[in-house]
Nanobody, 115 residues
Framework: QVQLVESGGGLVQPGGSLRLSCAAS????????MGWYRQAPGKQRELVAG???????SYADSVKGRFTISRDNAKNTVYLQMNSLKPEDTAVYYC?????????WGKGTLVTVSS
């Protein structure tokens, strides 16, 4: 069974940092473009960062310069380093293919930015 498991969320003060991880259960994800998504309360899920199998990256304007997506294909893991966090970054963060496949949504990891 294919699974994507997100971890690393938590409560952080504005200006702080967190590093999220997404572990894939199968190696096929190492050859696919992956994305980090987030869904804030009352809002639609949005793509915040993507990374190709070769390491090419893209970011939403709202996180550009603050977030960095990376991957370790040997570990079937994708990371999201989040710096200079703002209260508006509060959301549940998910990873999936880019574009996403409905069956691969996991439970996500909650990031709360608050003082």
């Amino acid at each position: 069974q294919v699974q994507l498991v997100e971890s690393g969320g938590g409560l952080v003060q504005p200006g702080g940092s967190l590093r999220l991880s997404c572990a894939a259960s199968v190696s096929i994800f190492s050859i696919r473009t992956m994305g980090w998504y987030r869904q804030a309360p009352g809002k639609q899920r949005e793509l915040v960062a993507g990374i190709t199998s070769g390491g090419g990256t893209s970011y939403a304007d709202s996180v550009k310069g603050r977030f960095t997506i990376s991957r370790d294909n040997a570990k079937n893991t994708v990371y999201l380093q989040m710096n200079s966090l703002k209260p508006e970054d509060t959301a549940v963060y998910y990873c999936n293919l880019d574009p996403p496949f409905v069956n691969y949504w996991g439970k996500g990891t909650l990031v709360t930015v608050s003082s």
